[in-house]
């Protein structure tokens, strides 16, 4: 994995962050091929926030809900709420050990290799 940070990440961050600042108590994990720079024109962004309250996982999914149509971002969001499913454990944990690439308030970017899609089917 290379060290450089992809121009497009910085950007993705400061767009994210005048709304991730709304929830300073929560972390928000980019991960995925935004991160690593080897992301598609119509590449997910894999964005996980980690929370060990329900009431904060329900503050997020209606800033999600309310801000979607807001975003200047081409691309479209995955969330999930970890601390309501367990089969995302492995994947919580892969996310919070991976390096860190970059961060920025609280939006951390780590270096995580390809998930098999076998990891995030529902």
């Keep these: 994995?290379?060290?450089?940070?992809?121009?497009?990440?910085?950007?993705?961050?400061?767009?994210?962050?005048?709304?991730?600042?709304?929830?300073p108590t929560i972390k928000f994990y980019i991960y995925g091929s935004?991160?690593?720079?080897?992301?598609?024109?119509?590449?997910?962004?894999?964005?996980?926030f980690d929370?060990?309250?329900?009431?904060?996982?329900?503050?997020?999914?209606?800033?999600?809900?309310?801000?979607?149509?807001?975003?200047?971002?081409?691309?479209k969001y995955r969330s999930r709420i970890w601390d309501q499913s367990k089969r995302w454990g492995e994947l919580r944990?892969?996310?919070?050990?991976a390096p860190v690439k970059y961060y920025k308030g609280n939006i951390i970017c780590v270096d995580l290799p390809p998930v098999p899609k076998s990891a995030v089917s529902n």
């Design 1 to 23: 994995m290379s060290d450089a940070i992809p121009d497009s990440l910085e950007k993705l961050v400061d767009d994210l962050l005048p709304w991730t600042s709304r929830m």
């Design 34 to 48: 935004r991160v690593r720079g080897d992301h598609r024109s119509d590449s997910d962004i894999d964005i996980c």
């Design 51 to 75: 929370t060990d309250t329900a009431a904060a996982c329900d503050v997020v999914e209606l800033q999600i809900q309310e801000t979607d149509d807001d975003f200047s971002l081409p691309a």
């Design 93 to 97: 944990d892969k996310i919070r050990s």
